[in-house]
């Protein structure tokens, strides 16, 4: 059986978000850079569902985790 490869497009659209390569790229600018010290499910700006996906997707390195990471590093550049 085949892992699923997940996009930055289907995780914003997974979360809820416009998921078009433009309100992406401003969410991002929007948003970053965040401090070090914040992880990326306890960010301010989710909502609790958000947060919740978020972070149980890491915790079980699901198939959303590697998108996840990317945004996560994004986020934090």
Known sequence: METPVHTMTNLFAQLGLRSDPEAIASFIAAHS???????LADAPFWAAAQARFLSEEIIEDADWAEVIDQLNASLHR
Request: charged share 30%; hydrophobic share 45%; aromatic share 0%.
């Open 33 to 39: 850079p965040m401090a070090q010290d914040i992880k």
